[in-house]
């Protein structure tokens, strides 16, 4: 029901681009930007500008519309979905946002089971940080989300007690506690990791990272670890998860937090995004559910 060019514009916004938004939705660059231009005519505002470096940048007015064609996008969701309740039919779709490093582990199990009894309904991940995560949550671009403390104002269920560790290569002779502030040689951090590790240390304890590789996901980490670039600093579940058997060390400052499920309200998500938050839930591996 939603306009297809209102469909267009979130999708260009999301992907910054004309060009990425026609190739991966096969149709043509000028389709795209006719849609866009119609939109605009219709609105009698502008939408974007053109930036050299970023290629194309929402205008004020074209974020504020953002908002509201997600949260339309979210309505039109949710009207298919009751009328396929009505016929008992699962149907629709489910969008999920999630810590990179989570999608191999918390995710991957309860898909394979969702898939298996719906196949039928569409499925959209989207991978971030914890901030990427939060304002995804915030905008309606997603359902639900998976990813770590703090929750702020959202709806919260928490799976997991999780906190930062190091994983050594096996170069050092002696390994033990890794004092952040005063590493015994680089710190290969992957980016949740590092958001994770600021959002809760308080500024007198703030974390001050001399010598450090950011790299984007877990994976990527623990292989430059076993490679002997550095300590690795991740978190024990995703090391537990990725690299079982791997020794683990603790860091000081201690950084423990939860891993959980968010919404804006839990209880009211689609009945097809509400099934898989219970596939989830009842992974018996997960106790605080």
Do not use: W
């Amino acid at each position: 029901m939603l306009n297809r060019n209102l469909e267009l514009f979130i999708k260009v916004a999301e992907y910054g681009s004309i060009t990425k938004v026609a190739k991966a939705f096969y149709i043509t660059q000028p389709a795209v930007s006719n849609a866009l231009l119609k939109l605009e005519d219709e609105l009698g505002v502008k939408l974007f500008f053109r930036d050299k470096r970023s290629g194309l940048i929402l205008t004020d007015v074209g974020k504020q519309i953002l908002t509201y064609a997600k949260q339309m996008e979210d309505i039109d969701n949710r009207i298919y979905q009751s009328a396929y309740k009505e016929k008992n039919i699962m149907g629709g779709r489910v969008r999920i946002a999630v810590l990179t490093s989570l999608v191999a582990t918390i995710l991957s199990k309860a898909l394979k089971e969702y898939r298996s009894l719906y196949p039928e309904i569409d499925i959209e991940i989207k991978e971030g940080t914890p901030n990427d995560i939060f304002k995804m949550v915030e905008e309606y671009s997603v359902d639900f989300a998976v990813s770590c403390s703090p929750f702020g104002k959202f709806h919260a269920v928490p799976l997991i007690h999780d906190r930062i560790m190091a994983m050594f290569p096996s170069r050092f002779e002696e390994k033990s506690t890794v004092t952040l502030n005063n590493p015994p040689d680089t710190l290969i951090i992957n980016r949740p990791a590092y958001e994770t590790i600021l959002e809760h240390t308080a500024p007198k304890n703030a974390v001050k990272f001399d010598k450090v590789i950011l790299v984007q996901n877990a994976e990527t980490a623990i292989h430059m670890v076993n490679d002997e670039i550095g300590v690795g600093i991740i978190s024990e579940y995703t090391l537990s998860t990725l690299a079982p058997g791997c020794p683990k060390y603790p860091v000081i400052p201690d950084i423990s937090f939860d891993i959980g499920l968010f919404a804006n309200d839990l209880n009211d998500l689609t009945p097809a995004a509400a099934e898989f938050v219970r596939i989830i839930c009842n992974n018996p591996t997960f106790h605080n559910h």
